[in-house]
């Protein structure tokens, strides 16, 4: 059979499994993720020997270290997938849920109806886990799923996704609810993300190429993250403990997640205060510093930074620092270079405070808090299976309602239209 | 100028605008609206003028009857358009609104502020009256626009972007918020459908053939309405008034409209009480039925309908009758032949309205109203750039708030991530 063929019968299996998840009930729901636990904690065995068929090929195949690493089933991480699955089970169904229900001069009763978006495609790559984290988030929220890992953890997502199916088939709901695509042929991918009739959204999770590539071929919606490229802003009002605290805490607490700070941003007028203290704490934590030119009349060590820099995500310990004039610098200099993913201010000043907050056009926009809270878990959301960095449906750190939509209900009693 | 170039010029104006309208106050929003209204008031004479070479030129193109309607500027349309713009002034203002605040246990309080999508293509066939309507209703949900009219109306076009662009100025808000694209080359709409640098999403208002081809080449983001293939179901347990007032309703009220009746669904229990009575009142209205084969027992003088009639939206009078055994197979029906737009069912059996809710997968659901509801003026929205049959993004009947998107919001003390 050939992969488009293949795909495309995945597709109309899929489909038709999410049809019976849309009426699926929230105890079938929960059954079939506690059951999916319990079968993942009854068959480890099978799963580090299929891990450990993708960590010899690997190796074969001369994966680097660190994908090793991201590829290796622990016995912790076993752990935590199971442990994932019983939250996510714990988390309210967001399905079903009805909001701003009124009457209408009509006479109609018109409100929204929390609704799964149908069928989700998911393409990730190296880290198996995520077959078990997806699944489970797309099965809460209403969802089928057609999984797309990638090729060097095939047979460690293929034990994996057998679980899941048991799981769901012991909760009676159906087996295809979840599917995993079976080849590693590339062309897999490319069918996927153009098939709108099977397909409602995909989300990929990557590298900024993966998903760059997903995102111009796709003919179906895609919720995406692109760059981190965050900012923080140190106002000539802000609090100078505040400002340090949170200076270091953005850029040094992780230096690879997207929501670490990469360029700080400081006020002329507090420039001197701030920025010898702030290059002190840096050094010691091995940060290399890069700046404008009036950054480095203050701190001459530093190297010169180009306009390449403000359109860096490093993931590294190095940061950007500019000075500038004013907030009305700041926000101009944030909207431009940025990513429009999360920007802190730091200030006392309760109308600029305000106004940061209206203008600057980032999916979290922040005052006097590291930017590095921008996380589904400290939003409260329960669960994220990613950020986005569109405007379009989900903005920001993307739990179970970002894998929904509404639709409208109307209650009558027999109105028609004039 | 090549058409690229222009169009590129074009969008980083429409980018650089939106940045100044989206802190626009609601105070300059509604004073451009009412000074456009103005300016559209003291213009009828221009306005007329621009439309007459429009008609010409398209009298001279052989354009038909229907299309020279379409196209026509008369003092009643005009009167139409203004009052629009000071209903429009009259909407409460979407943006900046913050909702779900909340503290979260590291001690930041968090929520979501509702802003403006950016920048809105719109592309829309003859009726100039659009021009107005759309910009108003991008203005006031902070956006900035770029309009693209059929080029059989590019004169009226003009003369009504030349009011709206006084009006913007007169308020103190940027020309550039609202820009006509001045060419007719047809190689404008593909420029535009594919600078999401510049654009952030389309929203095409015409026929099926510019959506689809639309749909297929953007690459930003569409809102956008396919079919309306509709249905009402009439229960075995329907009220017979209620079934038989609506039925004639979401067929007959109007012809060519999305949310018209296009198949019914007829209980087998109830078919031959229903069935008969239905067909003397669409017989005198002159709707002719199209019935499968258990319609036809009933009804020996219908035509057969055939599976190209489950899938057609006729915009005529003409409607497809079928009889279903039971609720199961009109959901069934209904969501494999619909377009998931409206679908009603007609019953006094709570239960059954409460499943036919759940699992009907359209953009609106009913119970015992007519399909004719599903409009934005209906549902109270306050105004309608169109419906969307899409689940990302806007479902159902599009608002200002379908224009919007909304940022989370961090409020802090100096918290630091632990």
């Not at 293949?6 to 105890?27: F, H, I, N, P, V």
């Not at 990557?206 to 900012?231: M, N, Q, T, W």
């Not at 802190?344 to 999916?363: G, P, Q």
């Not at 808090?369 to 994220?384: C, P």
Request: glycine fraction near 8%; aromatic fraction near 4%; charge should be negative.
């Amino acid at each position: 059979m050939n992969v488009a063929e293949y795909m495309s019968e995945l597709g109309q299996k899929a489909r038709a499994a999410s049809r019976l998840m849309a009426r699926a009930d929230t105890g079938s729901k929960n059954a079939a993720l506690d059951a999916m636990a319990r079968v993942l904690d009854a068959s480890r065995e099978q799963l580090v020997a299929a891990n450990q068929k993708d960590l010899e090929n690997g190796r074969a195949n001369g994966l680097d270290a660190a994908m090793l690493d991201r590829l290796e089933l622990t016995p912790a991480r076993i752990d935590t997938m199971i442990e994932g699955l019983r939250q996510v089970a714990a988390l309210p169904d967001p399905i079903g849920g009805i909001t701003d229900m009124n009457y209408r001069p009509s006479g109609i009763q018109i409100g929204k109806m929390r609704v799964p978006l149908g069928v989700i495609g998911i393409i990730y790559e190296s880290r198996p886990n995520v077959t078990a984290e997806a699944a489970s988030l797309c099965l809460k929220s209403g969802n089928a799923t057609i999984l797309r890992g990638g090729s060097e953890a095939i047979h460690s997502n293929h034990a994996i996704a057998a679980c899941v199916s048991q799981g769901l088939v012991e909760a009676g709901l159906p087996a295809e609810a979840v599917q995993v695509v079976e080849t590693t042929d590339r062309a897999a991918v490319g069918e996927l993300i153009t098939m709108p009739e099977y397909v409602d959204v995909i989300v990929p999770r990557g590298g900024k190429g993966l998903i760059e590539r997903i995102s111009r071929d796709a003919r179906v919606p895609v919720i995406k993250h692109l760059d981190g490229i965050c900012h923080v802003y140190i106002d000539d009002q802000a609090d100078k403990s505040k400002a340090i605290n949170i200076a270091i805490n953005a850029k040094t607490h992780r230096y690879g997640t997207c929501n670490t700070m990469e360029t700080l941003l400081v006020n002329r007028a507090v420039a001197a205060e701030m920025l010898p203290e702030l290059a002190e704490h840096y050094a010691e934590l091995g940060v290399e510093l890069r700046g404008c030119a009036a950054t480095r009349e203050l701190l001459p060590q530093v190297n010169e930074a180009t306009e390449e820099d403000w359109a860096t995500e490093y993931l590294a310990p190095i940061l950007a620092v500019k000075v500038v004039e004013d907030m009305a610098e700041a926000i101009e200099h944030i909207n431009r270079w940025g990513s429009h993913h999360t920007d802190a201010i730091i200030t006392e000043n309760y109308t600029k405070a305000r106004a940061f907050l209206r203008e600057v056009d980032s999916s979290s926009v922040m005052v006097n808090a590291s930017t590095r809270f921008a996380d589904g878990f400290e939003y409260g959301l329960g669960a994220e299976i990613g950020i986005s960095t569109d405007k379009i449906h989900a903005r920001g750190p993307v739990g179970l309602e970002g894998l929904t939509s509404q639709k409208y209900v109307v209650l009558g009693d027999g109105q028609i239209r004039q």
